[in-house]
């Protein structure tokens, strides 16, 4: 009878450890989160344009420009419409409208810049600008930003020096300090993007609405 007690006691125990040990095993089980995958919404075809106070039948920059690399001189001023074929009108902002009514539902879309450049001794720079960083690169060239849509008239026209909830960067100067000599050459993208979903986790930009000049040397 005892030997009888004996095992039924070793068959329950024996029948509850195999139970906690297959919970223990579905609860350490690899859950593996799956990422929803991006996909870009944006429709603006984005351009980069000389500023030249033109705005009749404007043309796009297309690949390259061409400029001085000369301390204490601007390396360009460049304006963004949303646009890749040329924009038109008497002035930037009918230029402006008439790129951006060629839209529809693109509220909150607002606009960022990339510029990376690389030195004669092979070092890279790359930054993303969503808002101003006149100093980031001074050693080199400023970086000055600037709304040209929301510039109300007769005011004193100056760079931004921080972004609020409208502001839009609509326009960039670069302008060459005492190292810009170790300079090869620039790289200048401008993009438009809505929230956080529009960058990778290194911050990268990852959308269609992106358009990319090289700025090089003349001299």
């Known amino acids: 009878m005892k ?9 329950i125990t024996g029948c509850e450890n195999n139970s906690q040990e297959e919970v223990f095993e ?25 500023y030249d106070n033109n705005y009749i039948d404007k043309e796009v920059i297309e690949d390259v420009y061409y400029t001085n690399f000369i301390s204490g001189k ?5 304006e963004v419409f949303f646009s890749n074929s040329g924009v038109s009108g008497n002035n930037f902002k009918e230029a402006w409208f008439n790129s951006y009514n060629s839209y529809t539902n693109i509220e909150g879309y607002k606009i960022g810049f990339n510029i990376k450049f690389i030195l004669d001794d092979t070092t890279n720079f790359n930054k993303t600008f ?4 006149i100093y980031c690169f ?3 060239f400023y970086v000055y930003f600037y709304d040209d849509v929301n510039q109300k008239e007769g005011t004193f026209y100056s760079h931004l020096e921080q972004v609020e909830e409208n502001t839009l960067i609509t326009s960039v100067k670069l302008y060459a300090t005492a190292g810009i000599e170790k300079v090869e050459n620039i790289i200048l993208s401008v993009f438009t993007y809505k929230d956080e979903e529009d960058f990778d986790d290194n911050g990268d ?10 700025i090089k040397k003349n001299n």
Request: no cysteine.
């Open 138 to 140: 001074g050693e080199y």
């Open 26 to 50: 579905e609860d350490n089980k690899t859950i593996v989160e799956k990422k929803e995958e991006y996909i870009d919404h944006n429709p603006i075809k984005v351009g980069i344009y000389l």
């Open 3 to 11: 030997i009888l007690l004996i095992l039924l006691l070793l068959f």
């Open 130 to 133: 969503l808002e101003p960083d």
């Open 74 to 78: 601007d390396l360009g001023s460049f």
């Open 205 to 214: 930009y990852r959308g269609n609405s992106r358009y990319t000049i090289r």
